[in-house]
């Protein structure tokens, strides 16, 4: 059975960090590649990040290059977003993104809010 399941989300403050996670299971992790989306409320899901099977390439939305960093460990089978100097605009419903041709399976979100 596919599973993905995020976590770390919460409550952060303008300027803060927050790293979210997103364990697989169920499909051969190392060769998808994954990304990671977000919807904000009213909003269509947008991509946020993406990364390689291999790691070895990364791309970003241009409002959060400079700011966040997707990683990938392939032997625990976790893709990461470390998110730094968060902003109101940044919050939304973080959900990640597996995709290996025709497959995609998608995660349940984790909340993320940036309030002071």
């Known amino acids: 059975q596919v599973q993905l399941v995020e976590s770390g989300g919460g409550l952060v403050q303008p300027g803060g960090s927050l790293r979210v996670s997103c364990a697989a299971s169920g499909f051969t992790f190392s060769t998808y590649g994954m990304s990671w989306y977000r919807q904000a409320p009213g909003k269509e899901r947008e991509l946020v990040a993406s990364?390689?099977?291999?790691?070895?390439?990364?791309d970003y939305k241009d409002s959060v290059k400079g700011r966040f960093t997707i990683s990938r460990d392939n032997a625990k089978n976790t893709v990461y977003l470390q998110m730094n100097s968060l902003k109101p605009e940044d919050t939304a419903v973080y959900y990640c993104?597996?995709?290996?041709?025709?497959?995609?399976?998608w995660g349940q979100g984790t909340q993320v809010t940036v309030s002071s």
């Open positions: 993104r597996a995709n290996w041709g025709p497959y995609i399976y």
């Open positions: 990364i390689a099977s291999s790691g070895s390439s990364t």
